[in-house]
């Protein structure tokens, strides 16, 4: 390969991997503290922080507009909208865009109270995104709580009336997985690690501080899915009424003050949807009868699908043998009649009834996200396999600061030392793997922050062993380019000598720490995988910069800056 083509493969591999890495760089360096913070937040205080945010802006709007200031700096971001609104009504733009004219360009305060909150939040949830595509923290780093949790395939076996195999089991665990995720993030705690450790266990890392008995009552919950037929006579005498006594209906807790507006075998539920901040909303109530039709323990699956003939989605789902049964004859018994899918006593969804269905039940009448999140409800609602904690461990935020302290201390620490022995024992060429070890770092953090992998402390320690395995290529080669020398060759014949003589070296041993990576990453957990991931992402960026980048170099100054000698040593070579 030419060295013209070389040089642009490091170009283009440098400016791949800042794209990579910018959104690390961006969210650790250039986001201010109180906006991780935020970011950083439930779901629930997302909102409440927009909410209060914008209303406070919307006073400072309506005060400038009154002593016919500027637009707060702000809220400079509403010119734009305003513009636009001028624009599609075709009205005449004022000369001047002040707060008065901006005001003005909203239908009402509460139009431009929407405006400011979603600005608020769309900057929010990007910042949200953003930390997502980080390298994140593992708990050893930034503290919070970890739980082992081991599924009880016994119990499972039971239910299932045989022995699973192992598809069956590595399902139950999966589906296990996607329910913890739904039931912690709906309960609003700091976005987790939730993983499959082995074949029958999950680990869950929740950073950040948290409550143990909090979590541990959300993981250890069964989750209420069921499916109750909707008495529409009920729902609708219920609903004129609560028209006509909309505060006198309920009382503090939630129940109705008279019980008797509504026959004894039905109960009130309210209806709720997702808003814009992703949180269940009340949209209104529902009459639904009071014994469970189905039980959400029946069903195997959940897709979302397209319809043949008008291609709108629809959600299928599958039950066992005995929930089909139970729901053909409750079907059979309710055609033409509304069902209602219930959550934690949240109704979720109702859909009619349009003949007897045993086991594959479709569902429709929605749009493409609204099916996706009713098939999410229907796949994450109950648990398949119990759990059980098997280990449970809290670390403090203060420990995971002064873990990270150290470990940056000691891995920069490390580098500053072998750059140092570098240039001292290697004169120039000291100077060139100098350059190579920081671009063998850059390229470590980037593909960590591609992959969107965490780091950890033990991960930390993987680069540092990678740092002095690339200290070691670059020692075998510096020391062939002496015996070169001592030949009487010249700077160009050395050079390319130096690199062919050392290549199957540095390769052999290289290979052979890859191999045992490798069988680390797959044989072991926890903190040994995070350590041999982080070693085999270090051998290819070691192999890649003393090998490539550091050859580059060298021929740079024999082609480019046309030198003549080799600057390997400082001590005369005979």
């Known amino acids: 390969m030419s060295k013209r083509y070389r ?42 922080y927009s909410t209060l945010t914008a209303q406070l802006g919307l006073e400072a709007l309506l005060s400038a507009a009154r002593a016919g200031e500027d637009v707060p700096e702000n809220l400079i971001f509403l010119v734009s909208p305003a513009k636009k609104i001028y624009k599609d009504e075709k009205r005449a733009a004022p000369d001047k865009w002040d707060a008065s004219a901006v005001l003005s360009a909203f239908g009402s305060r509460q139009e431009a109270l929407d405006a400011i909150e979603a600005r608020y939040r769309q900057d929010i949830f990007a910042l949200k995104d953003l930390q997502k595509s980080a390298v994140q923290l593992g708990l ?6 970890s739980i082992i949790l081991q599924t009880d395939m016994d119990a499972y076996a039971e239910k299932l009336g045989h022995i699973p195999n192992d598809e069956e089991r590595s399902g139950a665990v999966n589906q296990a997985l996607e329910v913890l995720n739904s039931r912690i993030d709906r309960f609003g705690l700091t976005e987790p690690v939730i993983r499959r450790q082995g074949t029958d266990q999950i680990y869950v890392e929740i950073p950040g501080t948290a409550d143990p008995e909090r979590i541990n009552s959300i993981i250890m919950g069964r989750g209420g899915l069921a499916f109750h037929m909707v008495d529409q006579d009920a729902a609708a005498a219920f609903n004129n009424y609560y028209a006509q006594n909309p505060t006198t209906t309920f009382d503090n807790n939630g129940n109705l003050r008279d019980p008797t507006i509504i026959p004894s075998d039905v109960v009130v539920r309210g209806v709720y949807a997702k808003d814009r901040y992703g949180l269940d909303e009340r949209t209104g109530y529902t009459v639904i009868k009071r014994e469970v039709g189905l039980d959400g323990n029946h069903i ?9 003939l008008d291609g709108r989605p629809e959600v299928t789902f599958l039950l066992d043998a005995e929930g ?21 006593d949240r109704v979720k ?24 999140n009713i098939a999410l409800t229907l796949r994450t609602a109950a648990l398949p396999v119990e759990l059980e904690v098997a280990n449970q461990q809290t670390i403090g935020a203060s420990m995971g600061e002064d873990t990270i302290r150290q470990g940056l201390f000691a891995l920069v620490g490390g580098l500053v030392a072998v750059l140092i022995f570098l240039v001292i024992f290697y004169k120039g060429a000291g100077i060139n793997a100098v350059v190579a070890q920081v671009l063998n770092f850059y390229f470590m953090g980037s ?48 050079v390319d000598a130096g690199f062919d003589k050392a290549f199957w070296a540095i390769m052999d041993s290289n290979i052979t720490t890859f191999i045992a990576a490798l069988f680390l990453s797959q044989l072991g957990s926890g903190p040994i995988q995070g ?29 480019v800056m046309k030198s003549k000698g080799l600057s390997v040593t400082w001590r005369k070579i005979k």
């Open 324 to 344: 089909g049964e139970i729901f053909y004859q409750l079907t059979s018994a309710n055609v033409n009649k509304p069902l209602a899918i219930v959550l934690d």
């Open 140 to 145: 050893d780093l930034s503290g919070g709580l």
């Open 7 to 48: 040089f642009i493969i490091v170009l283009v591999t440098v400016a791949v991997c800042f794209i990579f890495l910018y959104p690390t760089i961006r969210w650790y360096f250039m986001v201010p503290r109180e906006d991780k913070a935020i970011a950083l937040g439930s779901r629930e205080q997302i909102k409440e």
């Open 349 to 372: 969804s109702q859909a009619n009834i349009q003949t007897a269905i045993r086991d594959s039940v479709r569902l429709t009448g929605f749009g493409q996200e609204e099916a996706n």
């Open 531 to 559: 350590f041999a991931v982080s070693l085999a992402i270090g051998v290819f960026s070691s192999v890649f910069t003393a090998l490539f980048v550091s050859r580059l170099i060298f021929d740079f100054g024999t082609d």
């Open 300 to 308: 195997r699956s959940a897709v979302v699908e397209r319809n043949n």
């Open 447 to 494: 593909v960590l922050s591609a992959f969107n992998f965490t780091l950890t402390l033990p991960s930390i320690a993987g680069f540092i062993l990678t740092i002095g395995m690339a200290v070691d290529a670059n020692v075998i080669i510096f020391e062939r380019m002496k015996e070169e020398l001592r030949l009487g060759k010249g700077r160009r014949a050395a």
